[in-house]
């Protein structure tokens, strides 16, 4: 991993010009020469410098899968469906606050409030609309603080310029919200930490959320004014098959439109994205599907997310129910679907079945199997 | 015609600095009392956008006879009063020779833009090696003990005159600080003068 | 400096060259100085401007070199004796008016322009000859070897103008012009009074009498070349032509101006004195050709030493085919045989070097090992690049420019033009300069580019002037973008004073040459009258001021200005104005070398007041150099450096 550095300069050619970049945020201001504005990275300052962690920790650059599973889970990667896990099964919050806001079961929300309570934790890292349901990165430190960050927000938000803000010398316990790039980014970044920024030891806590994909907010903004008064909206969602709509839930009434309106906003870069669980996460998390609604599915990965789950269990705050089988057959095939068309999709840029872009370290026959079919 | 002796013809003064350090204000100070001395000058300093930071070098052509160019030939200069230890190293680099006078103040000025400065050390040794006349003179030091960097190059004026390797002397400095200085900064600078002229006593 | 007016002929004072320039227009009984500051020749109006009141001149800043001239050239036309300054460049902004008043010539009293050209380029972007100038436009022109020359000498174009009745032209270099040396003084005119009178001289059935009006026809242009003769005759008589050396030398050295004194040097330091002589020009165009020819036949090898282009090389060599065959044996070095260049500045040095391999000799400048240390030591010497002052508002306007650019993201650029920000090509303006020519030029390109929506171009483009370099050739170039409605931000830096050539105040500062009072030409009402959208931002509201650039970038469309207005650093501790703040660095909260990879401050910011303290890799103020504009408070990005308010 570390003889592959780069700096500003290649992350531009390598990635943001190639339209990969998901928005993550893992390279705002790693230096403070790069900053998100408008849905865009933008570097302020030509750094001449050759060997820059903003190339290094972005989720689109080569990554060492295995080492970041060693690093994770201490073995190496599971390049299965819905990769390394403990765990599988259906969860939803008993927390009626928190219930009311969530996205599904308001199980994000709930864990890191009891993480939060338990002292496992002093801030949490999330994403927060504005009133002009603008999402950006958030510290959140208190339950009420959480609960403003309930609720998905289906654009990119650069999230992790959140977690880049804190200050080197702080020693909070840090967790984190975030979607499969922004995790796979937490792993390099805690793989191969920043001399300049907080210790990612620290971050005793990440909660991965499933992606099909995200929004360009600097496009797809635009777009939602002429569907609505953004600061009406109180919740954004995607049901599931059957339903093939966009909803848009505001304070008067709901706002439907078809998938198919949306897609031109979508993050083209997502395309090439392998990961639908958030693979390097402690604990996973997704909608159920619209047979259990307010249901959340989860995965559970690490020691740490199964202490946490079964704390909650314990405290009465969440309630758990098995997946059923045909649920999780449909999870893993949506998932191998997911690495097949990223496979494709990597592919056909590359011009090279071995040359995968950022995904890096995989099994000799991985080619084969994802191509099948 | 003067009636000091000059050492060589012509001789050759070298003041090298870096632009803001008040290296015009010391050449013409010198240049005017070489002129009231008696002889034939000339001063070439280094002006334009080079005084912006950059580096700059005033020569001083000193003659009984003649008017010389001003600029000094490679390897001629016979004193060199550096206001900055890499600008002294430079000039020694050019004009140096075995018999050459350095003066020097070992304050660094960071060139801009992360060019790495060398370790100064290193500068200083280089210097006296190149120069086994070499004295070095605190003068930002003690400008800033006096309260303003500002003074640093009337305390190397003190000094360059207190060296003895010009021909000219505290009595012919005075009147040219008067001209210049109004009023209470007279009293200032000539205090930075005579501090110029201890530093180089005791260096 | 009042002793320039010093009733004391005879006395020995130092002067820069630009000093005696001045003295010796003023010993000619000069009437009228008009000039445009341009290193290295602004020191001579500042100088005439100075005795402006005492001696009875009129001295002015004219708002440009073309002005300067016209201003100079009424004078003249009006009997009263005028004088102009400028840089080589001026003489191409002024040529337009030269290629008519050659041949209308001048009044009863003569009118001389005084160019300084900057072999090397040390103050300029160009290193142009303007002697050509001279050449085309058919005007005497004579070049001073010292500063105590060009005063002789500007006293005498003047009576060589009036004797040929054309404009005469004193052409100085960097190096005469800022070298001070020795200077006799002469005597000063008689105090009588000057009476200006326009004569009537149209006579409308005789173009040929009528003065002042140019015209197409060959009945002006062939008194300008009889004209031209009369000058030749006069300079093949002139004691500013010298020779120096044997009867029949081994090696002639034809030289001019500032190479005279390398030559001398150079033959003396080499002993070859009995072998080598030298031939002096003080009048190169039109060239003294008996005086030339008869040099010619003394020698067989001649080396030909001045700055910057062949132009004395050429006219001789143009000479000698005309002699032929009594030249035949002649063979010729300089220029065009590679043994001096036609650029950069020449030296005592160079011609040594030119000699030895011409003569055949050695030279060695110093003991040999001493050299070989002294080479090896400078290796540690690092570069010193050019930087804006501690304090200086155009880098902050350019940090604002940068950032505004990079975030609305679609690859705008600056195109630059002459001035302390034609910096903004190199690393103080963070490399934001795209383009860079002549005065007005960042406008008038900006103008251009502005145009070409039809194909696709959407990049912003801002145009940057100073304040002085807008009513210099701004003005034209704006005027043109709101009526062709060009698409372009012009940025103007308004930081009270013509800095980069020494502070002389423009028609914006509410001053004079002379320091009288002035009426002020107000930018602002200027732009909004002539249509364009206007907004002034002090570029140390660094927030306010990139916010507001950003804004005006995305109003796309239409000619849009904004005044960045701060006083020059340098004026401002002229006039002993303090900034507010003392600095100093958080040690905790500094990143040091690991901010934003490697020092934002010192490394990418450049403030000469930032240093690094290298025993802990952190940020120093240096409190030598800073002087508390408080910018990099606001740029870093951990909060590390601390503003307090000095009081
Ligand atoms: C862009 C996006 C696409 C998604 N796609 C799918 C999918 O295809 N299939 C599926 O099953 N689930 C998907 N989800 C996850 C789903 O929407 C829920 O977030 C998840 O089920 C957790 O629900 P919850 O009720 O526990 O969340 P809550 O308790 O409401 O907590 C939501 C958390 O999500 C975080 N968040 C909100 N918006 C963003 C964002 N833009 N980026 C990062 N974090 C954010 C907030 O910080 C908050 O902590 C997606 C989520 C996002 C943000
Ligand atoms: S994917 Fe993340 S780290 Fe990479 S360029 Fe985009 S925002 Fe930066
Ligand atoms: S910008 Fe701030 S944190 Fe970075 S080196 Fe300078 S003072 Fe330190």
Not at chain 1, 163 to 190: D, F, H, M
Not at chain 2, 13 to 29: C, D, E, P, R, W
Not at chain 3, 148 to 174: C, D, P
Not at chain 3, 320 to 334: E, M, Q, V, W
Request: with cysteine; aromatic share 6%.
């Amino acid at each position: 991993m570390s003889n592959y550095r780069k700096g500003a300069r290649e992350l531009f050619e390598e990635v943001i010009d190639q339209g990969l970049c998901t928005g993550c945020g893992a390279c705002v201001t790693a230096c403070p020469y790069i900053v998100a504005y408008e849905g865009r990275i933008v570097v302020l300052d030509k750094c001449t410098i050759a060997d820059g962690h903003c190339y290094q920790h972005c989720p689109r650059t080569h990554t060492d899968m295995n080492a970041v599973s060693e690093k994770i889970f201490g073995v190496p990667y599971d390049d299965g469906e819905v990769g390394h896990a403990l765990d599988i099964h259906m969860v939803k919050s008993k927390d009626a606050e928190i219930k009311e806001k969530g996205q599904d079961g308001g199980t994000v929300t709930t864990l890191l409030a009891l993480a939060l309570e338990e002292e496992m934790i002093d801030v949490a890292v999330c994403t927060k609309m504005d009133e002009e349901k603008i999402a950006r990165g958030y510290l959140a430190r208190t339950r009420a603080e959480l609960l403003e960050c309930a609720g998905s927000s289906y654009e990119a938000s650069f999230a992790l310029e959140a977690y880049r803000s804190i200050p080197k010398e702080n020693t909070e316990k840090v967790a984190i919200v975030g979607l499969g790039c922004q995790v796979e980014a937490l792993g390099k970044i805690k793989s191969d930490p920043a001399k300049n920024r907080a210790n990612p030891d620290n971050i005793k806590l990440t909660l991965g959320l499933f992606c099909g994909w995200a929004l360009r907010p600097d496009i797809f903004h635009p777009y939602l004014k002429g569907l609505c008064d953004p600061s009406q909206a109180v919740k954004f969602d995607i049901p599931h098959t059957p339903h093939y709509t966009f909803d848009v839930y505001t304070k008067s009434d709901t706002k439907s439109v078809s998938l198919d309106d949306i897609r031109p906003y979508i993050n083209l870069a997502c395309q090439y994205c392998w990961d639908m669980t958030a693979e390097f996460s402690d604990i996973s998390l997704g909608s159920a599907g619209s047979r259990f609604p307010g249901w959340n599915t989860v995965i559970v990965r690490t020691k740490t997310g199964s202490d946490l789950v079964k704390l909650a269990k314990a405290k009465g705050i969440l309630e758990t129910q098995a997946l059923p089988g045909q649920r999780l057959a449909h999870l893993k095939t949506v998932a191998l679907k997911r690495k097949k068309t990223a496979f494709k999709n990597i592919t056909d840029k590359t011009g090279d079945k071995k040359d995968l872009l950022y995904v890096g370290g995989l099994s000799e026959g991985i080619a084969d199997k994802l191509s099948e079919g | 015609m003067s009636r000091r002796r000059l050492r060589k013809e012509p001789f050759n003064l070298i003041i090298s600095g870096v632009g803001g350090q008040g290296n015009v204000l010391l050449s013409a100070f010198v240049g005017a009392a070489l002129l009231n001395e008696g002889f034939m000058v000339s001063v070439a300093d280094t002006f334009g956008v080079s005084q912006r930071g950059g580096s700059v070098t005033s020569h001083i052509k000193i003659s009984k006879k003649t008017l010389y160019s001003s600029v000094t030939l490679d390897g001629k200069a016979d004193v060199i009063l550096g206001m900055e230890p890499v600008e002294t190293l430079r000039a020694l680099g050019e004009f140096g020779n075995p018999h050459v006078v350095v003066i020097v103040n070992p304050r660094p000025i960071y060139p801009s833009g992360g060019a790495t400065y060398p370790d100064l050390d290193k500068v200083k040794r280089a210097i006296t090696k190149l120069s086994s006349k070499t004295k070095f003179v605190n003068a930002t030091e003690e400008a800033l003990k006096m309260g303003n960097p500002i003074y640093t190059n009337i305390i190397l004026l003190g000094s360059l005159v207190g060296a003895n390797v010009l021909p000219i002397t505290k009595e012919t400095m005075m009147p040219i600080l008067k001209e210049r200085f109004p009023g209470k900064l007279l009293e200032e600078n000539i205090k930075a003068f005579g501090k110029g002229m201890e530093l180089i006593a005791k260096a | 400096m009042a002793s320039i007016a010093m009733n004391k002929p005879g006395a020995t004072v130092l002067l820069m060259g630009n000093e005696a320039v001045a003295r010796g227009a003023i010993e000619a009984g000069i009437g009228v100085a008009a000039a445009y500051p341009g290193s290295p020749s602004s020191e001579v109006l500042t100088t005439i401007a100075g005795v402006a009141k005492q001696m009875k001149i009129h001295a002015e800043w004219s708002v440009n070199e073309k002005v300067a001239m016209e201003v100079a050239g009424g004078a003249s036309f009006a009997g009263i004796r005028s004088f102009c300054a400028m840089k080589q460049n001026g003489a191409n902004v002024a040529a337009d008016f030269l290629v008519n008043a050659n041949m209308t010539g001048v009044g009863d009293a003569g009118m001389v322009v005084f160019i300084s050209d900057d072999p090397g380029g040390m103050t300029s972007n160009n290193e142009e000859d303007s002697r050509t100038i001279t050449k085309w436009l058919d005007n005497p022109l004579l070049e001073p070897s010292s500063a105590q020359e060009a005063k002789e000498m500007i006293k005498w174009a003047y009576e060589v103008s009036e004797a040929v009745n054309l404009v005469t032209f004193v052409r100085g270099v960097t190096r005469i012009s800022y070298t001070k040396s020795n200077v006799m003084l002469g005597e000063l005119p008689e105090k009588k009074e000057k009476k200006a009178f326009f004569p009537d001289l149209w006579d409308m059935y005789n173009p040929k009498k009528s003065k002042f009006t140019s015209g197409p026809f060959p009945i002006f242009h062939k008194p300008l070349h009889e004209k031209l003769e009369k000058a030749r005759e006069i300079f093949e008589r002139s004691t500013f032509n010298q020779y120096m050396g044997p009867e029949h030398p081994e090696l002639l050295i034809i030289t001019c101006g500032a190479c005279t004194s390398y030559c001398t040097e150079a033959v003396d330091e080499l002993k070859a004195g009995e072998r080598v002589g030298i031939l002096k020009l003080g009048t190169t165009w039109p060239l003294p050709e008996k005086l030339v020819a008869k040099h010619l036949s003394t020698t067989k090898t001649v080396l030909f030493v001045e700055e910057i282009d062949p132009f004395v090389e050429r006219n001789v060599m143009e000479l000698a085919a005309s002699l032929l065959p009594a030249t035949c044996d002649l063979t010729f070095y300089g220029k065009r045989s590679g043994h001096l260049a036609p650029y950069n500045e020449q030296s005592t040095n160079l011609v040594i070097d030119a000699l030895v391999d011409i003569l055949g000799t050695t030279y060695q400048a110093r003991d040999l090992t001493y050299d070989e240390e002294a080479k090896k030591a400078i290796q540690i010497v690092p570069d010193r690049p050019i930087n804006m002052c501690a304090g200086c508002p155009h880098r902050a306007t350019f940090w604002a420019v940068k950032k505004a650019l990079q975030l609305d993201g679609r690859k705008g650029f600056v195109c630059g033009d002459i001035g302390c920000y034609a910096m903004g090509f190199t690393a103080p303006g963070f490399f934001q300069s795209r383009t860079m020519h002549a005065m007005g030029s960042g406008a008038g390109v900006a103008n251009g580019l502005g145009n070409l929506r039809q194909f696709g171009f959407d990049q912003p483009v801002i145009a940057m002037t100073g304040d002085s370099t807008f009513y210099h050739a701004v003005l034209p170039a704006l005027v043109n973008g709101v009526y062709n409605n060009s698409s372009f931000i012009l940025l103007i830096l308004d930081n009270s004073a013509t800095a980069m050539t020494g502070f002389q105040p423009h028609p914006g500062t509410g001053l004079l040459a002379t320091g009288d009072p002035a009426k002020v030409v107000d930018m602002e009402a200027v732009c909004r009258a002539m249509g364009a959208d206007v907004r002034v931002c002090d570029p140390f509201d660094l927030e306010d001021t990139t916010k507001a650039l950003l804004s005006m970038i995305k109003k796309d469309g239409g000619t849009r200005v904004i005044i960045m207005r701060h006083m020059c650093q340098l004026v401002k501790a002229r006039r002993k104005i303090t900034n507010k703040y003392r600095m100093h660095v958080d040690k905790e909260r500094c990143l040091g070398d690991t901010c934003g990879c490697d020092n934002l401050c010192t490394r990418i910011l450049g403030c000469p007041g930032l240093m690094v303290d290298r025993e802990i890799s952190k940020a120093a103020i240096d409190e030598a150099l800073c002087v508390g504009c408080g910018l990099c408070a606001d740029i870093c990005p951990s909060s590390a450096i601390i503003r307090e308010e000095a009081i």
